[in-house]
């Protein structure tokens, strides 16, 4: 270590060696935090105006510092921007080619403020930013799951409750199953835009600040709600970050699940639904396969928002306020989830409208494996039989099938009355496949009406997004 003072710091006034090689490396985070300079650039213009509107500012420091930011933005946009580690971070690296560029102005634009409420406000602004991307990628697969939906409100299939044959349900339902689970997503994005959206502007470095700052001129330049409340919780919270990722670890929890069945249905097995060419791959050895690769990496790409989560919370745990270098941590695990999430929307709003169901194979699926066996016995409680006996018979009624082969529908009436002497002649109609969906006629029931009624509703959900 050399034992000069480190002048080319903009900490540096009371070191007496520069730091050393390794450490300056290991404490920098400019390789991943310049992805904030356009927030990090307006939260200064913002604080600029307020430090000129409140005279700490001249109209001349203001109009330099405002030129400033405006050609460092254009550098950084244009590439030509030379970020180095010895300035640590996003926020150093921009003052000081700021004041570079316009002298001592430049070095004004720090008064009344700390990174630590700079970079706070900076993340709040990257994840507000972040949740209107994600929202306009998240409805634009709810609205082509939901006319996918739409397209298929009599395409009967199996439904599975432990992946056995339960009852027929239409396809359109299972979608708009699919959908309800989105529709919460997006709910929860919501509230985390909600609550996330305050300015931390103005807490400086933990106490508040001295100048006599206008924190709801900063906020409102922001687009921020208001300023937040306390200024040792702005620049230690990090829930807001918490939250985001725990969004989008149920989201992604949602789409692997929806990988799932469709890596099902598109094998050879089930072969309920193809997928389109384009969103699969093939294998470099097996000349027939074509492989589900979108949702299969969709379905594993959750273990590392799940991860992310996980090490959040922990990063936040037993943290004394008010800001530590812990939080610094933060940003890579949320950048890869905003990521991760965009990434795997934009697939995903891509290839569900673009799902291909095969109604013939969904349909043999359902007359396999005794689907109406409920109604049946929903038919003899009709006929006055207590549900519990009812059950017994028709149990009974499956094993003889299961023993010769046949499905209920196909068993002569005879042998039907050979379990209940109750049956009649119009017991055919609910054993079809229509019958038992048709029958199903309630809101939030697999009836093609209804189906079809709920698809028009979660559609309307969706105006004005
Ligand atoms: N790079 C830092 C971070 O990401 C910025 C705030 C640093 N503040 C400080 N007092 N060291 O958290």
């Known amino acids: 270590m050399s034992k000069d003072s480190d002048t080319s710091k903009l900490w540096g006034g009371r070191f007496s060696e520069a730091t050393d090689a390794f450490v300056q490396r290991f404490t920098a985070s400019v390789g991943f935090d310049a992805r904030m300079a356009a927030q990090d650039i307006a939260g200064s213009a913002a604080h600029a105006r307020m430090l000129h509107?409140?005279?700490?500012?001249?109209?001349?420091?203001?109009a330099d510092i405002e030129r400033g930011l405006t050609q460092v933005q254009a550098e950084i946009e244009a590439g030509e921007f030379?970020?180095?580690?010895?300035?640590?971070d996003v926020h150093m690296n921009i003052e000081a080619r700021l004041t570079e560029l316009v002298g001592a102005a430049g070095k004004k634009l720090h008064t009344g403020r700390s990174r630590n409420d700079q970079v706070a406000t900076d993340i709040r602004l990257y994840?507000?930013?972040?949740?209107?991307?994600?929202?306009?990628e998240l409805t634009r697969l709810q609205r082509g799951t939901i006319e996918l939906a739409r397209a298929n409100t009599d395409t009967i299939m199996p439904g599975f409750t432990h992946l056995q044959t339960a009852q027929p349900v239409v396809f359109g339902h299972h979608l708009l199953a699919w959908n309800e689970m989105l529709e919460r997503d997006y709910g929860r994005l919501l509230d985390c835009r909600a609550r996330l959206n305050q300015s931390p502007l103005g807490a400086a470095a933990l106490a508040g600040t001295t100048y006599p700052i206008d924190r709801e001129h900063t906020a409102r330049a922001l687009g921020f709600d208001a300023p937040t409340e306390n200024s040792l919780d702005s620049v230690s919270d990090r829930d807001f970050a918490i939250e985001f990722v725990s969004f989008a670890a149920l989201l992604?929890?949602?789409?692997?699940?929806i990988s799932e069945e469709l890596v099902l249905w598109t094998s050879a097995q089930f072969n309920f639904v193809a997928l389109p060419d384009r969103f699969c791959t093939g294998s470099s050895i097996m000349p027939q396969k074509k492989n589900p690769d979108v949702p299969e990496l969709v379905r594993g790409k959750v273990g590392r928002v799940n991860g992310h989560l996980v090490g959040l919370l922990t990063l936040m745990k037993s943290q004394p306020l008010a800001y530590n270098k812990d939080n610094q941590e933060d940003k890579e695990p949320l950048?890869?989830?905003v990521d991760t999430v965009l990434d795997s929307l934009r697939a995903f709003a891509d290839m569900v409208p673009a799902i291909v169901p095969n109604a013939t194979a969904m349909r043999e699926a359902a007359l396999r494996g005794f689907a109406t066996a409920t109604d049946l016995a929903d038919y003899l409680v009709r006929k006055g039989i207590p549900f519990r006996d009812a059950h017994e018979v028709v149990g009974k009624a499956v094993a003889h099938g299961v023993e010769h082969g046949l499905d209920l529908a196909q068993m002569e009436l005879a042998t039907l009355q050979g379990f209940c002497r109750d049956i009649d002649a119009d017991v055919f109609d609910v054993l079809t496949l229509e019958g038992s969906v048709a029958a199903r006629?309630?809101?939030?029931?697999?009836?093609?009406?209804?189906?079809?009624?709920a698809a028009e509703r979660a559609l309307a959900k969706l105006t004005g997004r």
């Open 335 to 337: 950048f890869d989830t």
């Open 82 to 88: 030379a970020w180095s580690v010895e300035l640590e």
């Open 53 to 62: 509107k409140v005279g700490v500012l001249t109209d001349a420091e203001l």
């Open 441 to 453: 006629d309630h809101m939030g029931g697999t009836a093609p009406r209804q189906v079809a009624a």
């Open 252 to 257: 992604m929890t949602h789409l692997s699940r």
């Open 127 to 136: 994840l507000r930013d972040a949740c209107d991307a994600i929202g306009t």
